[in-house]
């Protein structure tokens, strides 16, 4: 049956959704990649029960969001917990993180499925009358909150930092300070300030070539402590360029969601790995295109996920922080929860038009495993809005 979905301009427009998911062939599903390690940023999902408001407590549907980790775990993605597109900083609080750190941690052992969490300082509410003890301090407890947990440390970048560091050498201070009493490897995360404006001039300047200096100088003097890097600045001629320079033995990690599939795909003088918000919704088909780059067909993996790159600009458009909005209510789509509803209320921060688009361009691509329930959600959707579908 024809959807009727809104245009920005306030127009209607006919739409046909599919009828079948597209098949997909599911070869070695699970099992572990070769060429690549790739982790999935993914989303929580709220407690739509809950009577909270956006600025009170916490209300998280355990079943759910931990449902979604095996998931990822099916296909063999890594989980990237706790990050952005789990709404740190932006609805979910430290003690909730916490608990969803250990959570996941303990049930990634069980599935024997790989796990990395966000280490930040976001208990720091007042940012702006915080010092560098403060934060090393804020750092330190949520690095053993991680480490005890049995999970990889991702190291975000901290919107207190940011506010409290005077110039370079602050930071080269304190994640010295953190690399030398990390217990294993960690990932280093270049938040870029599209995704959060609080960090913008992050490594101590707003010139990027100036702060990438100062960022590969704090790798440089402990590589032994840093597995990779994730990069995500949307620029992938910066990304390309920073690779380069990475010590040897030092991954790089693409969080570009404009430009992913030419970074994993990489050059002849290197490649990208990735831990990508954006496959929290391409869950399925990003293994796949990955197992068949294992098999060193670039050619193949870029057909597959080239035609991805369009959706994923469309959800990071700029204000970029709210991609997340979009993120959810695909997993609602396509019957990873049972409800449109986000922690802190952040289901409301995109338009009617643009969650439509999202619906049309992944019903293109076939990521519904049932379309026809996706449809009559969607429809739903748009009836709550006063839109006769």
Same mark, same amino acid.
């Given at each position: 049956m024809t959807l009727h979905l809104p245009s920005a301009d306030g127009t209607l427009r006919a739409y046909e959704p599919r009828t079948a998911p597209p098949p997909v062939s599911g070869n070695g599903a699970g099992s572990a990649f070769t060429s690549r390690t790739v982790f999935s940023a993914a989303h929580v999902v709220a407690d739509p029960y809950a009577d909270t408001s956006p600025d009170g407590p916490v209300a998280v549907d355990w079943d759910a969001t931990l449902a979604f980790r095996h998931h990822l775990w099916s296909h063999g993605l890594g989980v990237a917990e706790a990050m952005d597109t789990a709404q740190r900083g932006m609805g979910l609080d430290w003690p909730t993180a916490a608990e969803l750190i250990h959570r996941s941690a303990a049930?990634?052992?069980?599935?024997?499925?790989?796990?990395?969490?966000?280490?930040? !300082?976001?208990? *720091?509410? /007042? #940012?702006? #009358?915080? #010092? *560098? /003890?403060?934060?090393?301090?804020?750092?330190?407890? +949520? %690095? &053993?909150?991680?480490?005890?947990?049995?999970? +990889? &440390?991702? %190291?975000?970048?901290?919107?207190? %930092?940011?506010?409290t560091a005077k110039g370079p050498d602050d930071y080269l201070e304190v994640y010295g300070h953190l690399l030398r009493q990390a217990a294993e490897p960690v990932i280093l995360h270049w938040l870029g300030p599209m995704f959060d404006p609080a960090l913008e001039g992050y490594w101590g300047s707003s010139d990027l070539d100036t702060a990438t200096d100062t960022f590969l100088e704090v790798i440089a003097a402990h590589p032994d402590k840093v597995d990779g890097i994730k990069v995500s600045l949307l620029d992938a001629r910066r990304e390309v360029d920073l690779r380069r320079r990475l010590p040897r033995g030092v991954r790089c990690y693409t969080g570009d969601d404009f430009n992913y599939p030419e970074l994993i795909a990489g050059d002849d003088q290197g490649f990208s790995h990735a831990l990508l918000g954006i496959f929290d919704p391409l869950g399925p088909l990003a293994a796949e295109a990955v197992r068949v780059l294992d098999t060193g067909d670039t050619d193949g993996f870029r057909a597959l996920l080239d035609p991805t790159v369009e959706l994923s600009r469309h959800l990071f458009q700029a204000p970029t922080r709210y991609y997340k909005t979009g993120v959810v209510l695909l997993a609602w789509l396509a019957g990873h929860q049972?409800?449109? !509803?986000?922690?802190?209320?952040?289901?409301?921060?995109?338009?009617?038009?643009?969650?439509?688009?999202?619906?049309? *361009? &992944?019903?293109?691509l076939g990521l519904f495993p049932d379309p026809k329930l996706a449809e009559e959600r969607m429809r739903n959707l748009l009836a709550l809005y006063g839109v006769n579908a």
């Open positions: 049930e990634a052992k069980a599935a024997g499925g790989r796990i990395a969490c966000g280490v930040g !300082t976001d208990q *720091l509410t /007042a #940012t702006a #009358t915080a #010092t *560098l /003890a403060d934060v090393r301090s804020a750092y330190e407890e +949520q %690095l &053993a909150v991680v480490e005890e947990s049995g999970a +990889q &440390a991702i %190291l975000m970048a901290s919107r207190a %930092l940011a506010a049972s409800h449109f !509803t986000m922690v802190g209320g952040l289901q409301s921060a995109r338009s009617l038009p643009h969650l439509a688009r999202a619906y049309e *361009l &992944a019903d293109g």
